[in-house]
């Protein structure tokens, strides 16, 4: 089975077209350094839960939609490898250097280790 880091991110309605561009790059970076899936969703059927939520974890805005993604890897280990590599992408820190379209500080992300994996 692969390793998942998963992500939210709250980006605003009016900078979806940038945020495509930007992880279309950021996509061929990663892919570029080994990781094996680069998948980027928009929100399409997300609903404000009572309790909790997609859009109550990231705090959206009524201007903002919510961004499911995540890149898969051959193990952690291959993770940290290719992370490594992909941090100190010359491409990337010039893609860190211009504003980015959405909030940084309400993104949530993290590493996951598959428990059940299915396929057709």
Sequence with gaps: MAYIDGFLVPVPKAKIADYRKMARKAGKIWIEHGALLFT??????????KWTSFPQAVKRKPDEVVMFSWIAF???????????????????????????PFDGKRMIFGGFKPIVELSR
Excluded: F, I, W, Y
């Excluded at 980027?40 to 839960?49: A, F, M, P, Y």
């Excluded at 051959?74 to 980015?100: E, G, I, Q």
């Design 40 to 49: 980027e969703c928009l929100e399409d059927d997300v609903k404000q839960g």
């Design 74 to 100: 051959k193990s952690r280990k291959d993770r940290d490898r290719v992370n490594a590599k992909v941090m100190t992408d010359p491409r990337l820190a010039k893609m860190m250097t211009t504003k980015a």
